[in-house]
């Protein structure tokens, strides 16, 4: 199992970015996939995820409006859409795989830094 992301960067206060994640070595459509996020010194929390279907898209609260996580199971790709980003929105941003039966995540990507500065 591997994912690779992309789409990070340095954007202003107000901008938007499209984070992707490619995965490979797993049937994608078959497992929940999430988005999370770490700040130096803070604990990880998960920003997003989506069902199998995608009919259910659970979110943060502090970005809920403003972040839609999407994916493309054709080409084993997920999305996470975010604008109208903030300066605490900056952070070092994963993609990964929920184990069904646990609930848990058992394979991360590599992660990717998005910073939000004027």
């Known amino acids: 199992v591997q994912f690779v992301e992309s789409g990070g960067g340095l954007v202003q206060p107000g901008g938007s970015l499209r984070l992707s994640c490619v995965a490979f070595?797993?049937?994608?459509?078959?497992?929940?996939l999430s988005w999370s996020r770490q700040v130096p010194g803070k604990e990880l929390e998960m920003v997003a995820g989506?069902?199998?279907?995608?009919?259910?898209?659970p979110y943060l609260a502090d970005v809920k409006g403003r972040f839609t996580i999407s994916s493309d199971n054709a080409n084993s790709t997920l999305f996470l859409q975010m604008n109208s980003l903030k300066p605490e929105d900056t952070a070092v941003y994963y993609c990964?795989?929920?184990?069904?039966?646990?609930?848990?995540?058992?394979?991360w990507g590599q992660g990717i830094q998005v910073t939000v500065s004027s």
């Open positions: 990964a795989r929920v184990e069904p039966d646990s609930g848990r995540v058992d394979y």
């Open positions: 070595g797993f049937t994608f459509e078959n497992y929940w």
């Open positions: 989506i069902s199998r279907t995608s009919r259910s898209t």
